[in-house]
């Protein structure tokens, strides 16, 4: 609304009103067009310039964040579950493989360590969705190195595995000859009567009777040490080196298949039952050693006999009858 103005008019002695011409009031309303029209202009440039309107660009920009966002989420839920698996695989690791290999189980702050020291997310930094990036990177890396620890492990195991596969085919575990009805083991580790003086006498090792010829096996994986008839008693014997601190002696025999520092696996025919040294009646003599002790040879059939069969031949090892010595 323009300012009124007013004149004083002698004639009359009055303030009268000044009428703007018409062309005038043209003009200005044209100026006042313009104006308004250049101010709308700028306005708008403004807006378009700050953070309250979006362009096409940004808003495509926007929906891309939010899809990286949505496929971050994705990601998340694919490393729990990887999480979860390598968590069931390295409670079985600690708590069946290791503990079957008498290996340390390893503990859990060792597995799920992350990278200390420097900084190493620093160039992830500074960003609005560096949290999370960090923190989805930082995830992997923990996965990465619980994968590298699962690893190692399971080499460690199965290079135990490997050593006490060696270890069970070296302890003797089986029956020095062929005995699968058990009618051949005539007497056990204990007290005995001698055969000779028939007072009681400890005997060492187990007797397994058989006729003269019968084959002599191997009751596990070694070495032979002896192979004479020097030693008192056992006549022409055998003796093998099992390592782990085991050796197995085979006495009596009348005949050797074998020469001391040969290598012998277990069932190999290393010699035939006779009667040689201080023995009554054709039978080999069996003796198993563990660190220099002489041990009942009885609870190392576990390779080739059943829970019945070791029952069986149990009741007969512990009759107190007379040695074949
Ligand atoms: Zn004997």
Do not use: C
Not at 238 to 248: F, N, P, T
Not at 289 to 295: L, M, Q, S, T
Request: charged share 25%; aromatic share 12%.
């Amino acid at each position: 609304m323009s300012k009124v103005k007013y004149y004083y008019d002698p004639d009359t002695l009055s303030y009268r009103k000044i009428e703007p011409k018409k062309s005038k009031r043209y003009r200005n309303l044209f100026l006042f067009l313009v104006g308004s029209a250049l101010f709308g202009f700028l306005g708008l440039i403004i807006l378009l310039n700050t953070r309250w309107v979006n362009t096409p660009k940004e808003l495509s920009l926007e929906r891309e964040v939010r899809n990286y966002e949505l496929q971050y989420d994705i990601l998340n839920r694919k490393m729990e579950q990887m999480e979860q698996v390598l968590a069931n695989i390295e409670e079985r690791d600690n708590n069946i493989y290791r503990l079957y290999f008498e290996a340390n189980p390893i503990p859990e702050e060792q597995r799920r360590a992350g990278f200390g020291g420097i900084n190493r997310y620093k160039s992830l930094e500074g960003f609005n969705n560096s949290e999370i990036i960090i923190n989805a990177t930082k995830r992997l890396d923990i996965i990465q190195k619980q994968m590298v620890i699962q690893s190692k492990s399971l080499d460690e195991i199965a290079k135990l595995a490997e050593e006490k596969e060696k270890l069970l085919a070296s302890i003797p575990a089986i029956q020095p000859i062929s005995n699968e009805d058990l009618t051949r083991m005539a007497s056990g580790y204990g007290w005995r009567s001698d055969p000779f003086t028939k007072a009681r006498k400890m005997h060492w090792g187990m007797d397994f009777t058989a006729p003269r010829g019968t084959p002599i096996y191997a009751t596990g994986d070694g070495k032979v040490t002896r192979a004479d008839n020097r030693s008192s008693g056992y006549g022409k014997h055998v003796r093998i080196d099992h390592g782990y601190g085991y050796l197995s002696l085979y006495g009596h025999m009348s005949k050797y298949n074998v020469t001391v520092g040969q290598k012998v696996k277990r069932g190999d025919l290393i010699g035939f039952v006779g009667s040689t040294g201080r023995s009554e009646a054709p039978h080999v003599h069996y003796e198993v050693f563990k660190d220099g002790e002489r041990i009942n040879p009885i609870n190392f059939y576990y390779g080739s006999l059943t829970a019945e069969e070791f029952d069986n031949m149990l009741k007969l090892a512990n009759q107190e009858n007379q040695s074949l010595d």
